[in-house]
């Protein structure tokens, strides 16, 4: 009984932690979003990478 509680706890968290990587995406999309309509090539930079990082983390995660 105890492994099935565990898998579950193990399960939910898997999720949060997928949740928590998506809205982390959304809002560095938005933030690339507005750096290219502002044409600021540092910021444009900086969240590309942010966005590698936070895809490689999900890539992890569904593996």
Request: no cysteine; net charge positive.
């Amino acid at each position: 009984m105890r492994q099935v509680m565990n898998g579950m706890n193990t399960q939910t968290e898997s999720k949060e932690k997928l949740a928590v990587i998506r809205l982390e995406l959304d809002y560095e999309l938005a933030v690339l979003f507005e750096a290219m309509e502002e044409r600021n090539n540092h910021q444009i930079k900086l969240s590309k990478e942010k966005l590698n990082v936070l895809r490689e983390q999900m890539m992890k995660m569904k593996a």
